[in-house]
């Protein structure tokens, strides 16, 4: 496309277009204006070979002064302007591209957040609605925004569940040996079988569905095979262990042969009757689990335990699980209290100490190694003292590593049992309000005397000093200093091209498009 524009030093409209149309290089460009009677046209275009396509006439009404020698100078008037448009926007467009564009000055990276661990004690009876509540208090350190909170690192044990899984191969290739008849070879297989469950107890309870059935299963093969091998005491033992785990065992998936020693182990069995366990633990709160049924946290009864052997499962995260195999001989009156004590694990034997710490007023020794194991920048510490069912006293203490101060120690009563979650954020915000969290000393960031706010002029002033800063200042400038460049050079160009004084009798500007 090629452009041609005849100038008139009494208008401004026309110079206007120019620029824009040449730096911008639009296709076409329309005047909202009346056209020439289209005889002027076909009688022009036929003395110069040209199509009526490629004009757009401008004040039709002075058409005889804009060409007042006649058609035949308009094209050797444009040819110049043709030249000196495309120069002109080459230049403005080098202009641009060779101006200094200052980078955007980055974006302030936010102050990381300090790593934050703890622990949360329960002291006193721990009940289903206290261990919540403390779950709930872990959450919300989790989800604090100001903090980046990390897990101690002291959940339960992974569960081995190949070996279960092994165990049970073992007993389906033990019933395989005794439909071929070899007892010995499956009396071998369920042995080991049996050995794999009772050595992974903690996996049958709590990553095993169905897991009494699986163990009862092995138990019955294993008292049938005794039986056929001529270990009839071996054999009732098993059955004295089966009904101590299902009292209303069937007969039905035992052999005949074993019947009258099956019928003789459960009418003793069942004359001994059934009484109360009441199990508790060292610490409270751990999960016990009975003949692989979950019963909730320490300390527990258990109802309707059988004579026999009772199997009982303490877990607690930071200590290690603890299996318990209890004789259980029910007498005439009264309960049957069990004790467990749970062994920590390495990192909860320095987590322990801390419980008397949390009184003190600035981090001791032990706090700061237990920060140090924990890879913490902030150790906070909470103590649920539980007063009775619907009372709980919270107590929590934040210790800071790097600045070796006590940041914060606050206390309130909560109700285990109707605590909302935005109560046990709230308190958990209130450990982290009005405090450093860089590891400095000081007050924090607009807690001190409020400065007097500065004026209208210096905000102002302050405000320009800022713009170069700004993320597209200097590509704003560098884009309009070129803008301004290049029409001004096309605009010498143009007027030092032509014979201007021709044009001066005009009243208007003509735009002419070609391609």
């Not at 004579?307 to 007498?331: D, F, K, T």
């Amino acid at each position: 496309m090629f452009t041609s524009f005849f100038l008139s030093d009494r208008t401004l409209r026309g110079r206007f277009l120019f620029l824009f149309n040449s730096i911008f290089r639009f296709p076409r460009l329309h005047l909202d204006v009346p056209k020439l009677p289209e005889s002027h046209f076909s009688r022009y275009c036929k003395e110069n070979s040209l199509t009526t396509g490629g004009f757009v006439p401008y004040y039709p009404a002075m058409h005889s002064r804009l060409f007042p020698s006649g058609p035949s100078r308009l094209p050797s008037a444009g040819s110049r302007i043709r030249t000196t448009v495309p120069c002109g926007c080459l230049l403005g467009l080098l202009l641009l591209l060779t101006l200094p564009a200052r980078a955007a000055s980055p974006a302030p990276v936010p102050a990381p957040k300090p790593a934050v661990s703890g622990y949360v004690f329960v002291d006193g009876e721990s009940s289903e609605a206290v261990l919540k509540l403390q779950e709930s208090l872990v959450g919300a350190l989790g989800y604090h925004p100001s903090i980046a909170w990390k897990s101690p690192g002291i959940q339960l044990p992974p569960p081995d569940v190949a070996a279960v899984d092994e165990a049970i191969s073992r007993v389906n290739k033990a019933q395989d040996f005794g439909k071929e008849g070899e007892i010995e070879k499956g009396l071998e297989e369920l042995k080991a079988a049996l050995k794999l469950l009772d050595d992974n107890i903690y996996t049958l309870c709590t990553a095993t569905p169905k897991a009494i059935g699986k163990y009862i299963n092995a138990l019955r093969r294993l008292s049938v095979f005794l039986f056929f091998n001529d270990d009839k005491a071996g054999a009732e033992s098993i059955l004295w262990r089966l009904f101590a785990l299902n009292p209303g065992i069937e007969f039905k998936k035992f052999t005949k042969e074993l019947k009258p020693l099956f019928t003789k182990v459960q009418k003793e069995h069942a004359a001994k009757g059934m009484t109360t366990l009441e199990v508790n633990t060292d610490p409270p709160g751990a999960t016990v689990y009975y003949n692989f049924e979950r019963q909730g946290p320490a300390p527990v009864k258990v109802e309707e335990v059988p004579a026999g052997e009772a199997i009982l499962l303490a877990v607690l995260p930071g200590y290690e699980p603890r299996v318990e195999r209890v004789a259980v001989s029910p007498p005439a009156q009264g309960t049957v209290p069990v004790s467990i004590r749970l062994q920590p694990t390495a990192l909860m034997q320095k987590l322990l100490p801390l419980r008397a710490e949390m009184d003190a007023t600035a981090p001791t020794v032990t706090i700061l190694e237990a920060a140090d194991a924990l890879f913490a920048d902030i150790v906070v510490l909470m103590r649920l003292e539980v007063k009775g069912p619907r009372e709980v006293r919270v107590q929590g203490t934040t210790f800071d590593r790097r600045s070796k101060v006590r940041l914060s120690a606050r206390t309130q009563v909560l109700d285990p049992q109707s605590a909302t979650p935005a109560q046990v954020r709230a308190y958990v915000a209130s450990l982290f309000e009005g405090v450093r969290l860089d590891g400095l000393t000081g007050p924090v960031a607009g807690t001190g005397p409020r400065k007097k706010e500065p004026g209208f002029w210096p905000e102002f002033w302050t405000s320009v000093e800022k713009l170069p800063q700004k993320k597209y200042f200097w590509p704003v400038v560098g884009g309009v200093t070129g803008a301004i460049l290049a029409g001004a050079v096309v605009t010498v160009l143009l007027l030092q091209g032509e014979d201007v004084n021709e044009y001066r009798r005009t009243t208007g500007s003509k735009v002419i498009l070609g391609f």
